[in-house]
């Protein structure tokens, strides 16, 4: 779906991005995440021709992107904002219309998104009259409403309640069953573990961690398994050293190189009766936090 390659830019004598190389495929909700001045944003506005790279492509559908494919991509940037007195539904017109659906088509379908982010009331307002949340939900439903192909989301759900913010990830894992794509770019880990298929990791300007998220919790984990059993743990080989958690839960550290099965095995052999095993895997906030302390993968 897309491809950057190589990408390179720097902003006078501000390195922003020093040979970025990953993919994206389709279907896919993939987390783009770094700290602050990474080069997110730098990589995005040029994804979307805000800026230009000065080395390396961008391929989107296998070519280089061209102006035209722009109509199929869309983007919520960080710093947003509607600031008019115009009425709700002729925005979201406007923003279908600018995507290239008639103003017919452009205002059924935004109609029918106000209702699916719970907004039906709001078509006539002023948009200046919205609170923020509104604002924020008319804004991604105004993105999503010409069902672009790969859509890219700076923080969507920065500001919103809980309810909000499963209705933004229920609408993202929506475009996924539907075979869309998107990038999440966010600092909230919980909803990378939640939302996101794959993640790259970007850290002064740099790729430092890239793949599946399950790849990349298990890459960064320390060989541990909790174990629940009735009853006494048996001893078994393997096993650096074990932790008692109450409530007849454990928690077990291997040898290095000590695959979790050759120790629930080896458990059951012993007689334990298990009731749950299961990795531990770092979470990804701790992943994020390690990388970006220690600069390196
Ligand atoms: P992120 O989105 O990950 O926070 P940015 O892409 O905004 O990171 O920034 C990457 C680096 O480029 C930072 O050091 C930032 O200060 C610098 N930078 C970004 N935009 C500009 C600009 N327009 N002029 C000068 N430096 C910039």
Redesign the pocket.
């Known amino acids: 779906m897309l491809r950057f390659e190589e990408i390179e830019k720097s902003?006078?004598q501000?390195v922003?991005l020093r040979g970025v190389s990953f993919d994206v495929q389709p279907g896919e909700i993939f987390g783009l995440l770094?700290p602050?001045?990474?080069?997110?944003?730098?990589l995005i506005r040029i994804l979307m021709d805000i800026i230009r790279a000065d080395g390396g492509r961008v391929l989107v559908f296998g070519e280089p992107r061209r102006r035209q494919d722009l109509d199929r991509l869309g983007y919520l940037p960080e710093e947003r904002g509607l600031y008019t007195r115009q009425p709700v539904l002729e925005v979201m017109t406007y923003f279908g219309a600018l995507k290239g659906l008639t103003r017919r088509e452009a205002r059924a379908r935004s109609l029918a998104w106000l209702d699916k982010v719970e907004l039906p009331h709001v078509a006539s307002w002023r948009v200046d009259r919205l609170s923020k949340g509104m604002s924020q939900k008319v804004q991604i439903a105004s993105i999503l409403l010409s069902d672009p192909d790969l859509c890219v989301l700076d923080e969507p759900t920065t500001g919103l309640d809980p309810v909000n913010v499963r209705l933004v990830q229920e609408l993202l894992a929506e475009r996924r069953r539907s075979g869309r794509t998107t990038i999440l770019s966010t600092h909230h880990m919980n909803q990378v573990e939640a939302l996101c298929d794959r993640v790259a990791l970007?850290n002064r300007g740099e790729l430092v961690v890239y793949g599946t998220v399950a790849e990349v919790r298990r890459r960064h984990s320390l060989p541990e398994v909790r174990v629940q059993v009735r009853g006494p743990l048996p001893a078994v080989p393997h096993v650096e050293t074990s932790t008692e958690e109450g409530d007849g839960h454990w928690r077990l550290l291997l040898r290095d190189g000590t695959a979790p099965n050759v120790v629930l095995t080896a458990l059951v052999q012993a007689g334990a009766i298990i009731d749950r095993f299961e990795p531990l895997l770092a979470p990804m906030e701790d992943i994020f936090l390690h990388v970006v302390r220690e600069g390196r993968a």
């Open positions: 902003y006078g501000t922003a770094g602050n001045g990474a080069g997110k944003s730098t970007i």
